[in-house]
């Protein structure tokens, strides 16, 4: 019995003294990184930005647009040079234009001076690397687009672990004019009706403002309503002054005069 | 060892067979229901109360016959999908601190049994701003304010409250011009990104400003340059006038027509083309009913759509029988227009017309009242109205030999269901009998120093307790001070109802608000 007792006493006393504050190790595996995906949705077309050149002044011969990127996989305990590529792709998710050509539309990703701005930084989740665009005069007459993806660099892997299909990978897309360009958000339910350049520079003319996708993205209904009803009052207001002139209706090159829908939104 | 395992074995059996000994009496000892009363019976708690007011509710608990039980209470205001503890005291006396429809949950729990009971009633809190005489006026430096009378559901005074713009620094600069009723008003809270609809709220506009004003909380939402979507409108207004109708609003601006379509927020640019607008306008009992104006520069009757992009005309085209009167280029202009009840046209049953006073720009001898025809501002109306005809139906022509009062008429007012055409002169309220054309003098006289500046038939049908009410505003230089008088009429007589409301400034225009905003809004046009 006695020894029983004992036992008893000793396997409490054990326990007592068993149980200590240990630190959960952090499993750490290889750092990865692509573009960040605000939506969650596995898009192949991560992110879309567009620059106009159109709506800057003259002096403006380049300009820097950003895009994010985000770690996966670890925290970079260091900084992480990223490397970005042209991607090849003809997915439907891109608007129809030539792709832009590297040390013309863009200064090249493998310039020193751009690759000192390609960096994952240490600690960081997430980050945001540039592409720096050319005011080119070709892009007076013509819009271009810029589709990169990431690589595997010397630090960092690219997430999308594809063969080098271009076709498999997430990329983002850079829309690039020097004039007035469709905005991505113009599509052929747009509430101003259909798409010409001719309608665009009136209503960029009469409203004062850019109609860029930012500018149409704030758009309320109602503002909308003003805006059609604004445009249409004005339209018929200037086509009488230009027919008062001996001057035809305000036309698109193509010949086909500017008209706004009659209904409103 | 066995010993020892055999005891508590048998203290173990011991304990199981004597554990459910006390349980014997349960069923056939049941527990009373607590039961609430004095809580959700009708009269209890009033179906509507007022912002600001204590709701105080006393329950009266029975609990079988045991008088001497002990309960907790616990009250709670119910929201969509939880409850917010207000009180744990037997009896409610809660100060009602929000707007809308409540829900208060009692529970009462028997301390002893922890038995548990509820009961839930629900009531709407209104503002005592929602229901009153919203009265605009001239103030003694020359700009706008409006004051407020307050009235019960019962149709008695319930406080005044005066200069309810300028409370709060929103005073509109310039005398007073008009005042609407804007059922739907589109609002974006000031750091916020998202709109709020369905906002009811009056339009004052003066002569350099406008405002909206949501009555339940009396607070001015937007006024001036905001209230206009364009950044070239707003900055040098000349307004003159401005009306609602279930569809929009317009206002006058140097001329000019702005509308804001219900559910807006701002207005929308002028109407293009080559015309001014009198501040002259009415609309039909339909809701979809275009607005009657009159352009001043060309003479002539107009219209205005939803969401017109111009001013449009009536042709010159005559139903038989009317008097074939053009309403285009009439070389003159108008200095009145109401709506009232009643076929003018002899060839339709439609109710609705208008009167209009018409003064030919080469006459000075005489006046016209002209008979409109409303259904040619109802778009539904499409075999013998809808903008088919001229509205014009009836001429009637006013020498001021023969009715002298007539030449010196400041104001006039439609009675609302039948043609009669009250005028005033100076401290004079008269009547014209517009079918038999006699002239009735000194309905009222007032005091010598009360001029008449306003008045209106105000036929409230959007109210638990409806009227027909002659209202009559007088201005008394000496002092200041308007009067607003009230009378409900009943053939040829005229009977003051209660006090007049009074106060400083001079009465430009009155509306009358009740909760009821949906139905008001239905029976807007009643304001025209």
Known sequence: ?????????????????????????????????????????????????????YYENDTVTRDTVWFKIVSLGSVPSRDYHIKVIECKTNSN?????????????????????????????????????????LRDKSLQDESRRIVIRIADSDDVKAADQHPDTHGDVAFVALYISDGLAQPTKWTSTFFLGAYGKVKHDFIIRHSDKKWDDVFINSLDNNSKTYFLYKFKNELAQENLERVAKGLPVLTEKNGAAVEFPQNYY | MK???????ALLLMNIAGSCKYGYDDVSNALPDIQINNVTEPGVVPSQLFLGDTL????????????????????????????????????LAYRLDSLGTWTLRLEVTNKQ?????????????????????YILKETTDGNTDMDLVRM???????????????????TLPGKPMSMSFVYNYNWKAPGTSYFTSYISTIMPVSQKGLATFRMRDERVLISNKSLFFDDNDGN??????????PLQSIIINNGKAHLMIQGMQAFLPAIPGNYSLSPYLTTSNTSGSYMLGFDELSHSFVYISSKASAISYFPDRYLPLNCKISSNRMNGTVSFMENTDGTINPDTLYSQRAYAMFHETDRTDRCILLGLDLAQVDPLQSLYGATKYSPVMYADTISYDKYPAMKTATTFAMHKNYPLLYFAQGNQLNSYLIDNKTIRQ?????????????????????????????????????????????YTVAGNDIIQVGDPFTGKGKVKSLIYSAPNYSYWNNNVYRNY
Request: with cysteine; glycine share 6%; net charge positive.
């Open chain 1, 1 to 53: 019995m006695k020894k029983i007792q004992y036992l008893l006493f000793a396997i409490y006393a054990l326990g007592l003294f068993s149980c200590q504050q240990v630190e959960v190790p952090i499993k750490e595996q290889a750092p990865y990184v692509n573009f960040y995906d605000s939506t969650n949705q596995y898009r192949r077309c991560i992110q879309t930005k567009t620059l106009n050149f």
């Open chain 1, 93 to 133: 998710a891109l608007l129809d234009m030539t792709n832009a050509e590297s040390g013309i539309h863009y200064v090249p990703f493998d310039n020193p001076g751009l690759q000192k701005m390609m960096v994952l930084h240490k600690g960081a989740l997430l980050d945001r690397i540039p592409v720096v665009v």
């Open chain 2, 3 to 9: 010993k020892i395992i055999f005891y508590l074995m």
């Open chain 2, 56 to 91: 105080k509710v006393t329950p009266k608990i029975v609990y079988g016959t045991d008088a001497s039980a002990k309960f907790g209470f616990r009250w709670y205001k119910q929201y969509s999908s939880a409850l917010k503890l207000i009180s744990e005291d037997p009896s």
């Open chain 2, 113 to 133: 049994t922890q038995v548990t009971s509820s009961a839930t009633v629900g009531f709407s809190v209104i503002s005592h701003s929602e229901r009153g005489w």
């Open chain 2, 152 to 170: 019960t559901e019962a149709g008695a005074v319930d406080g005044v409250e005066l200069n309810v713009l300028g409370n709060t620094g929103n």
């Open chain 2, 236 to 245: 040098n207004n000349a307004l003159t006038g401005g009306i609602s109708s």
């Open chain 2, 442 to 486: 000194g309905l009222v006289t007032y005091s010598a120093g009360e001029e008449i500046t306003y008045m209106h038939f105000a036929e409230c049908v959007y109210d638990t307790k409806n009227f027909r009410n002659l209202i009559v505003a007088t201005y008394n230089p000496s002092n200041a001070t308007y009067k607003v008088y009230r």
